[in-house]
């Protein structure tokens, strides 16, 4: 892992713990255990740092959901690879998962605008496959804004629940996350 990276990854947990804006560059260097002075060597300021968390989560949620798409599963299966993607990104990266629920309004232009065109898109498309569910007669017939809405919200905040749950095994968190958010809107 690079000096970049390691810096990230406490900046990530530091911005988790005490939000972007009351996280300063010197709080990073500490965290890190060098200078303050000697962060600019790596990152160029805790925008930089922010973003690149950011966009990188995005494009891992972006890239994941573009793989379930083109795949020939059912929409079920899809959403049941879809709250997989999110699990197993909670337990792998949750500084990283936690900061795009609320951390993302402090994103600069171009990268506030690229972040909010990624989420809307991804969230059109759980939107899309839940109406595809419908046709298929593998969901109720439930309005999917509301749907997509509160199965995001939940994966969104797992990380908050998860954090204090780390003993549960994620293929278990998994088969039980399923099982409460796809039968909630399957056919019955």
């Not at 990624?118 to 298929?136: D, T, V």
């Not at 804004?145 to 095994?169: C, D, G, P, V």
Request: neutral net charge.
């Amino acid at each position: 892992m690079t000096k970049k990276e390691i810096i990230k990854q406490h900046a990530a947990r530091l911005f988790r713990l005490k939000g972007y804006r009351a996280t300063s560059m010197r709080d990073i260097a500490q965290e890190v255990g060098m200078e303050a002075a000697s962060l600019y060597n790596h990152i160029s300021n805790k925008q930089e740092i922010l973003a690149e968390l950011m966009m990188h989560i995005a494009e891992l949620f972006t890239e994941g959901m573009e793989n379930i798409q083109e795949s020939s599963l059912s929409p079920r299966e899809k959403m049941e690879r879809l709250i997989a993607l999110h699990i197993r990104y909670t337990v792998e990266k949750p500084d990283a998962v936690a900061i795009i629920t609320s951390e993302w309004v402090h994103l600069e232009e171009p990268n506030h605008k690229s972040y909010l065109l990624l989420r809307s898109a991804y969230e059109q498309n759980i939107q899309n496959i839940i109406e595809k569910g419908i046709k298929a007669k593998q969901f109720a017939k439930v309005d999917t804004k509301i749907a997509a809405f509160s199965i995001l919200s939940t994966l969104r905040w797992l990380y908050s629940w998860h954090h204090q749950q780390e003993a549960i095994n994620p293929v278990e968190l998994e088969r039980k996350m399923i099982q409460c958010l796809i039968d909630g809107i399957a056919t019955r």
